[in-house]
């Protein structure tokens, strides 16, 4: 395994439902990142982990947004309630969090959710 | 509030000649400077990046050029090959990398043979 997995890579749920997405990152790096990707926009930032601490959350994450990565391998992302502007690109990536190429953050193919 | 921008939402070139994808930012606290192309179904992929100390970094056929009085920079792909096709996006970051990305509205660059 030498990329960022995603799973599932398609989701389609009824609005009010839970959902949970996971990522497993490259293995030996500490970051993990999760970002949101919609139709026509970049990809915009959510949440970040060095091992298990969660850093940082944008002021963007509703509530009903969490994100845990337990034993700082894998990540869960769980959205509470969705609503249908929930639907959008889940992307996760990982990167090491010292060294020269630090800056360089490896993208999973992400997980697409469409709430109907 | 989106700091950074991509302009131009697409981009079409002649297969041989060069593809110059620009970027702008507002937020002059960024100190590096990345772009990821993006190709359907799969995540990004990065290509190259700047640090705000360099006004030029260049990797085979792709050349990023910083400049930060005008909060600009561009990728300049030379000669552009129809595997260029793609989505590319310029993103931004503090503490020289090492912080989470902001990225632009990305470029659909289509190379025509």
């Known amino acids: 395994d030498t990329g960022v997995s995603q799973n599932p890579r398609h989701k389609i749920t009824k609005r009010g439902q839970n959902v949970t997405f996971r990522c497993d990152p490259i293995s030996e790096h500490n970051r993990l990142y999760w970002y949101r990707q919609t139709l026509g926009q970049g990809p915009e930032f959510l949440t970040y982990?060095?091992?298990?601490?969660?850093?940082?959350k944008s002021r963007l994450l509703s509530d009903r947004f969490s994100a845990e990565r337990p034993k700082g391998s894998f990540s869960t992302l769980e959205i509470q309630r969705t609503e249908q502007g929930d639907s959008a690109m889940y992307l996760c990536?990982?990167?090491?969090?010292?060294?020269?190429?630090?800056?360089?953050?490896?993208f999973g193919p992400g997980t697409r959710l469409t709430v109907t | 509030d989106q700091q950074v921008k991509q302009n131009s939402p697409s981009l079409s070139v002649q297969e041989g000649r060069i593809s110059i994808l620009n970027c702008d930012y507002t937020n002059s606290m960024f100190d590096y400077f990345l772009w990821y192309k993006k190709y359907p179904a799969e995540g990004p992929t990065f290509l190259i990046s700047i640090s705000s100390i360099k006004d030029k970094n260049e990797d085979g056929r792709f050349t990023v050029f910083l400049n930060k009085s005008a909060k600009h920079l561009s990728l300049h792909i030379v000669p552009s090959q129809p595997g260029d096709s793609a989505v590319y996006f310029c993103a931004a970051s503090n503490n020289f990398g090492n912080e989470k990305l902001t990225f632009g509205t990305g470029t659909r660059l289509t190379i025509i043979p």
């Open positions: 982990f060095q091992n298990e601490a969660q850093l940082e």
């Open positions: 990536a990982s990167s090491l969090s010292t060294g020269p190429s630090s800056y360089e953050q490896y």
